[in-house]
């Protein structure tokens, strides 16, 4: 079972479509959280920890992460999706973007 955690900055928009996206698929276990303190699911150490491939939705969330986190992640896989916050929630859009980008890396 591979585990995915999605980050984004509120863990509103994002990180729960990823989650949603790519829950009940066979093989993976999927979390979403926000690198921000309001996010609805705030990142911790033990998620960091927790998963096996962290994917962050941008470039300052990566920054965020390698920041507070650094030794939670020392034998993860780091991914930076390149995904700006301009997609609603299950945006159709949003979906391919992450589909596109994400199962690639997860063959």
Known sequence: MTRLLFVCS???LRSPTAEQVFAGRDGLDVASAGTNRDAETPLTAEL????DIVFV???AHREKLQ????AALKDKR????DIPDRFAFMAP???RLLERKVMPLLR
């Open 57 to 59: 939705m941008e470039k």
């Open 78 to 81: 780091l991914v930076c999706l």
């Open 48 to 51: 960091v920890a927790w998963a």
């Open 67 to 70: 920041a507070r986190y650094r």
């Open 93 to 95: 859009a949003l979906v």
């Open 10 to 12: 509120r863990n509103k």
